[in-house]
């Protein structure tokens, strides 16, 4: 197994923060500190790549034969033609890895940590309120996705992003695939329908207080 000195120094931990979703093959790469953006599926010596790094190899085979365990993974996006292109949550692989003793870069291990925080967050459309639900099924999608919206975007500012409505309803859409939320017909939530119906009009992006974000970071709507 590699050592802390032979990880990729480059790897930019705060980008790989921010999606709640990434490809088999990429968390992969990240639990070996191998960088993804070196490397692509389509590149022609990906499947040699892999082939000739035997822990890497090892890790895909067990991130694979996991997915399908509750006790660690959620569902989550399958892709039935390749399963390196399947989805999965970073926080997700980084607690599998550490409840079943797999050596990940400490980068990564922290993402289990911040993932214990997200489900604290708490989005109140009064600020005289703090009692407001968290992001479940029984909540109209509109509610649960301004939830989801307001944390992809506080954590963004935490970590000196700032992101456009635009980019955070395609966060917000595949966190909501993720989590099985469907529009009223059926079907996956697109990241237009999220942004016209959801994050327009009344709602706006939720204060900031670098102060409070290592606690909920959300103070209620503008």
Not at 7 to 29: H, P, T
Not at 44 to 68: E, G, M, P, T, V
Not at 159 to 167: I, P, V
């Amino acid at each position: 197994m590699k050592n802390a000195a032979s990880y990729d120094q480059d790897i930019d931990w705060d980008f790989w923060r921010l999606l709640d979703a990434v490809r088999v093959w990429e968390a992969g790469f990240l639990t070996c500190g191998l960088d993804p953006h070196k490397r692509s599926p389509d590149c022609r010596d990906f499947d040699d790549f892999i082939d000739s790094h035997l822990d890497l190899k090892k890790r895909l085979l067990l991130l694979k034969a996991n997915l399908h365990k509750r006790e660690y993974f959620k569902p989550n996006v399958n892709n039935m033609g390749d399963s390196n292109l399947s989805k999965v949550s970073l926080a997700e692989v980084a607690e599998w890895a550490r409840q079943v003793g797999i050596a990940i870069p400490d980068q990564l291990a922290a993402f289990a940590k911040s993932n214990a925080k997200k489900a604290d967050l708490i989005v109140s459309d009064n600020p005289d309120s703090s009692d407001e639900p968290r992001a479940d099924k029984k909540l109209p999608w509109e509610a649960q996705a301004r939830i989801e919206a307001a944390r992809i975007y506080l954590e963004a500012r935490a970590l000196g992003y700032t992101l456009a409505k635009e980019s955070i309803s395609e966060k917000v859409a595949e966190e909501l695939q993720l989590k099985g939320i469907e529009s009223p017909r059926g079907g996956p939530l697109t990241a237009g329908n999220i942004l016209r119906m959801a994050l327009q009009g009344g709602w706006k992006l939720p204060k900031y207080s670098p102060t409070s974000a290592g606690k909920t970071g959300i103070t209620g709507k503008q």
